[in-house]
C-alpha cells in the first residue's frame, strides 16, 4: 500500500505517475548535471488530480526513490511567492509512495486498473525512461486503449520508449547520429501526434547557466525526428498541446495549463 498515496475514502480512478530513478545527466566534455524531477511539473498535476478526486501511485524504473532536481526548488516557478514554494516542498514531501515507488515491471502487466499515466519533467527521463522496455509496454497498453496519457517537459522523450528499436535510437541520438533516427523510428505508435516539449530555444538558455555544458541532444530535434508534429510555442510561455489521448505541456510554466488539460481528458474518458 506504500505506493498508493491518498487519503481518499472515494476515489475515481488510479493514475500512474512514472518517475525517473535517474540522478544524473552525462553530457558532453565529460560533464556532468545532477538532475532528477521537477518540482513544480509533478506538484500542480498531482494537486489537480487529488482534487478531482483521483489517486496517484508512484513507479519507478527499478523502484528507486526519485531526487528532486535542486534547480527546480525556485520561487519563480511558484509565481515568485516563497510560501507556496516551501507549502509545495511539504505536500511533495506527504507522498509515502513517492519514497517507495512500485517497480515499472511489476506494473507493466496490470496496466488495465489505471485511468490514465503522468510522466514529469525534469532531465532524468532522458536518461533512463527514453529507453525503459517496461516503460514502452505500459504506454503501449494506454495507447491502444487510448486512455490519457500525459507527459510535461522532458517528459515526453519517455514516449521514445514504445519505438521497436528503443534501445539502438537511443544511442544513435546520444551519438549525434540524427541521419539514423528516422529509420530507427520505423513502427514508431506516436508518429504523426502533435506534442509540446522542452525546446531546442530553451535548452541553450539554460545549458551552461544551468545544466553547467551542452545537453546531450534537444529533445524536440529527437521527437521531430521519430515522427511527431512538434507543436511549442514561444520560449518559457505556457503551453499544453492535446492530439488524440496524448497530453503535452512545454516547461515548467505550462504546469497548469497542462494539469487543466489532464483532467479535461479524465472527465471526458469517464463520461
Not at 513544480?40 to 487529488?50: D, S
Not at 517507495?100 to 485511468?115: E, F, M, N
Request: hydrophobic fraction near 40%; include cysteine.
Amino acid at each position: 500500500m506504500n505506493a498508493v498515496t491518498s487519503n481518499q475514502t472515494f476515489s475515481k480512478g488510479k493514475v500512474l505517475v512514472v518517475m525517473s530513478g535517474a540522478h544524473l545527466l552525462e553530457m558532453p566534455d565529460n560533464k556532468v548535471y545532477a538532475t532528477g524531477y521537477y518540482l513544480n511539473e509533478l506538484a500542480t498535476p498531482l494537486r489537480a488530480l487529488i482534487k478531482a478526486g483521483y489517486t496517484p501511485v508512484f513507479a519507478s524504473p527499478n523502484g528507486d526513490a526519485p531526487t528532486m532536481d535542486a534547480s527546480s526548488n525556485d520561487a519563480k516557478f511558484f509565481g515568485n511567492d516563497n510560501a507556496k514554494r516551501m507549502e509545495t516542498l511539504r505536500f511533495i514531501d506527504s507522498f509515502e509512495g513517492l519514497r517507495h515507488p512500485l517497480k515499472l515491471s511489476d506494473v507493466a502487466g496490470q496496466t488495465q486498473s489505471y485511468a490514465a499515466v503522468f510522466v514529469p519533467g525534469g532531465h532524468a527521463p532522458m536518461v533512463d525512461l527514453v529507453k525503459d522496455k517496461d516503460l514502452g509496454k505500459i504506454l503501449l497498453s494506454f495507447h491502444e486503449t487510448r486512455r490519457p496519457t500525459a507527459l510535461i517537459c522532458h517528459g515526453p522523450m519517455a514516449l521514445l520508449s514504445t519505438l521497436p528499436q528503443t534501445e539502438t535510437f537511443d544511442k544513435a541520438l546520444n551519438a549525434g547520429d540524427m541521419a539514423s533516427l528516422p529509420a530507427l523510428a520505423q513502427g514508431w505508435p506516436y508518429a504523426g501526434y502533435k506534442i509540446a516539449v522542452f525546446s531546442k530555444a530553451e535548452e541553450l538558455q539554460i545549458e551552461h547557466p544551468q545544466l553547467g555544458g551542452r545537453a546531450p541532444y534537444y529533445n524536440d530535434e529527437a521527437l521531430k525526428a521519430a515522427g511527431a508534429q512538434i507543436q511549442n510555442a514561444e520560449s518559457w510561455k505556457p503551453n499544453a498541446v492535446v492530439d488524440r489521448e496524448v497530453i503535452t505541456g512545454q516547461q515548467p510554466f505550462s504546469d497548469t495549463a497542462f494539469a487543466d488539460a489532464l483532467i479535461a481528458q479524465l472527465e471526458k474518458a469517464g463520461k
